[in-house]
């Protein structure tokens, strides 16, 4: 029988796809390729976006934040040198806003835009790294709680002026012009100054600076992200869908081609675009498809018609003596009459079994029941038979040699692997000469059975071509030494099922060897 011709697996629908009323038409390959693309794209873009936006906000904020510490170690320093609040945030700077608190919180200066100094009291409690809302706008924050220490200045003794003297007593004149002389002669120590106490003033520096820039950098990039993205989506999805149409108008001719090849013109090939690419492999794929298929048509068709041949024949020989014998009855006695119809019947359950065979195991159903069997035993007994049945062209018996079988055991069934023996024991015999000679012997883990004959032998060009259905070659056209031509089909299906093989090459005795070879079995 001819091989069934593989089917090439088709999508399902899906849950949610079919024809019927109500239900949704599953979309186009080129159509889920483009939204696929277009999905994927904008998934991609959007984590994109999200990431930039966050990193592009960090390092925007950076710059406000440094010039805002710069702020507070500028103030920082001025108040060390003993500057006062107000000279330590002297100075306007657009987007700026500098205090100085003193340890409760309370803000003693503050400087940097006009406009902000009213809302100094906002940064009283801001740290560092705070954002705050002032005028309405996005500050950010640095803070530094420093101690500054001051020594106090000692106060001078009031010195005696003359406006204090009295210039109208001459005696007391002279007298202090006495003690003057007095004093110069005389040394008067010097006073021991006492030491200044240092005094540690606490002060809070705060400083702010505006993030307006930073958030117009940061919504201008996300506006033309915004922007951006889509058009670029767009883009995408209308390049997919021109590019994914263009790369499946091959595909879509082939498809064409395809659906119109018929039985009747299996034939058909298509263009070969060239070029080692997809669609070329496709092409060729589809050629090769089509060349199994036409050839599995062929054998199909010529099977079909030896069959039927095979079978009309004996068909036809039981119908003719039946009707000669019932036209004519005294012309053939009944005993001919039921010689031929027996062997008629005999040839055609024959030739049903071996196409049984046949369809069983193109269908994969053969049914091999597997126990270990001793195909010596298979061997012995067909050589006896042959050895007692006479050779149908009347030239006596064959001389069967089967000294070199040697015992072997294999894994499989003994009906089938009888019915091996048989048709190449049977096909040697139709075929030789004068003698048939069997072998058998198990080496290396595999039993090989031989059959040799001595008879015209098989051209090397035939040696496959015989093991087809309904093949016979020229010199075995003859209905009656022929055979039906399914035998040695039949035995290269059932040595492939056992895991063997079956091959013909010269014979010693001049004619053809049939090698079996199969793996050995327990012993």
Not at 163 to 177: I, K, L, N
Not at 243 to 252: F, H, I, K, Y
């Amino acid at each position: 029988m001819a091989e069934r011709a593989p089917r090439v697996p088709v999508p399902g629908p899906g849950p949610s796809a079919g024809t019927g009323p109500g239900r949704a038409r599953r979309a186009s390959l080129r159509s889920r390729i483009t939204a696929a693309a277009v999905l994927a794209v904008a998934l991609t873009l959007g984590v994109f976006t999200l990431v930039f936006a966050l990193v592009q906000q960090a390092v925007l904020a950076d710059g406000p934040r440094r010039s805002a510490s710069a702020d507070v170690d500028r103030a920082v320093s001025a108040l060390a040198i003993g500057s006062t609040p107000d000279v330590a945030v002297a100075g306007e700077a657009e987007g700026a806003l500098v205090v100085v608190t003193d340890s409760s919180g309370r803000v003693l200066a503050a400087g940097g835009e006009d406009d902000l100094v009213e809302s100094a009291s906002s940064l009283a409690a801001a740290g560092s790294g705070d954002r705050v809302t002032l005028d309405g706008d996005r500050f950010v924050v640095e803070r530094d709680d420093v101690g500054v220490e001051t020594t106090p200045t000692p106060s001078a003794e009031p010195t005696p002026t003359a406006s204090s003297r009295s210039g109208d007593d001459d005696d007391d004149d002279a007298a202090e012009d006495a003690d003057d002389v007095a004093d110069d002669s005389t040394p008067t120590p010097e006073a021991t100054p006492e030491p200044a106490e240092t005094v540690t003033t606490e002060y809070g520096v705060v400083a702010a600076r505006s993030l307006d820039e930073a958030s117009a950098a940061s919504s201008a990039s996300l506006v033309t992200l915004g922007v951006a993205i889509p058009v670029a989506l767009l883009v995408l999805g209308v390049t997919t869908w021109l590019v994914v149409g263009r790369a499946l108008r091959p595909v879509e001719s082939m498809r064409r081609e395809v659906d119109a090849v018929t039985a009747q013109s299996l034939s058909h090939r298509l263009p070969d675009p060239g070029g080692s690419d997809e669609i070329a492999r496709l092409a060729r794929t589809l050629n090769g498809m089509l060349d199994r298929l036409d050839s599995s048509a062929t054998a199909q068709r010529r099977f079909v018609g030896d069959a039927s041949h095979e079978l009309k024949t004996p068909l036809a020989t039981i119908r003719q003596h039946a009707e000669v014998a019932l036209l004519h009855p005294g012309s053939i006695d009944g005993a001919a009459l039921a010689d031929t119809v027996l062997g008629e019947e005999a040839r055609l359950t024959a030739l049903v079994q071996g196409l049984l065979v046949l369809a069983r195991a193109d269908e994969g159903a053969l049914g091999v029941t597997r126990r270990p069997v001793d195909l010596d035993d298979l061997v012995v007994a067909e050589t006896a038979r042959l050895r007692g049945v006479a050779r149908p062209d009347g030239r006596g018996s064959l001389a069967v040699d089967a000294t070199a079988v040697g015992p072997a055991r294999v894994d499989g069934d003994e009906g089938l692997l009888g019915q091996v023996v048989h048709n190449l024991v049977a096909n040697a015999a139709r075929h030789a000469d004068t003698r048939v000679a069997v072998a058998l012997d198990e080496r290396d883990g595999r039993a090989v059975l031989t059959v040799d004959d001595d008879g015209a032998g098989v051209a090397e060009a035939d040696r496959e071509r015989v093991f087809e259905r309904f093949v016979r070659l020229d010199e075995a056209r003859a209905r009656d030494s022929g055979g039906s031509g399914l035998g040695l089909a039949i035995v290269r299906e059932i040595v492939r099922v056992h895991g063997g093989s079956v091959s013909i090459t010269t014979s010693p005795l001049g004619g053809a060897r049939f090698v079996v070879d199969l793996p050995a079995g327990p012993v």
